[in-house]
């Protein structure tokens, strides 16, 4: 489920030019919609995994994913509980969420930790596309090692790149982006499918 959770904190992202109103603009959004194009390589292939799909979230720890390709599958959150649902043999599996062990999680994905209290920019560097700014955990984290921002010379974010500490690079890109919206009644609820298998780990 790791992997996941890297695509969930980095949604959250709202960069502009300065720390101060990059950590503002965070605490604003309440609601985010993303879709993306999510590219994980391991050290142990060649080639990446890339998958695409839809990301819905709330403050507080409620989140959807809508993977579409390569296969479907759906991972919906309402901040106690997990599901995850693989549409082609009708599976879905809940447990609760537990406590998280990741500063770098609370900080962009639960909000939970003031973004000052966690991260340091370390750089950036400049091309024709724009920015990339690059920010490493200053405390404590078990999994993740640095975080690359991309933005365009607008400041709206490009994509993001996140490397682990075992070598693992997920780099998502944004295709759109919504902020704050109202979400329908059902978007979070953690409800298993009609007809589904219910697995409980």
């Avoid at 101060?20 to 605490?27: A, L, W, Y």
């Avoid at 997990?82 to 962009?108: C, G, R, W």
Wanted: hydrophobic share 40%; glycine share 4%.
């Amino acid at each position: 489920m790791r992997f996941f959770i890297v695509l969930f904190f980095s949604l959250y992202l709202a960069f502009s030019q300065s720390h101060e109103e990059f950590q503002r603009r965070i605490e604003e959004i309440r609601t985010v919609k993303v879709v993306f194009v999510q590219s994980v390589q391991y050290p142990w292939q060649s080639k990446p995994d890339v998958s695409k799909g839809v990301f819905y979230a709330q403050k507080g720890g409620k989140f959807r994913i809508e993977y579409e390709q390569p296969d479907k599958s759906l991972i919906v959150s309402d901040g106690s509980q997990v599901m995850v649902y693989f549409h082609k043999d009708k599976t879905a599996f809940i447990e609760p969420i537990q406590k998280n062990t990741s500063p770098v999680v609370e900080a962009l994905f639960l909000l939970s930790r003031p973004i000052s209290e966690v991260f340091q920019l370390i750089g950036d560097m400049e091309s024709s596309r724009g920015k990339t700014f690059i920010f490493k955990p200053k405390v404590k984290d078990d999994y993740f090692s640095r975080v690359f921002v991309e933005v365009t010379p607008k400041g709206d974010i490009r994509s993001i790149k996140v490397e682990e500490k075992e070598g693992i690079v997920t780099t998502i890109q944004f295709l759109n982006m919504f902020t704050n919206f109202t979400p329908s009644e059902n978007l979070f609820r953690v409800r298993v499918p009609e007809g589904a298998k219910l697995m409980r780990p």
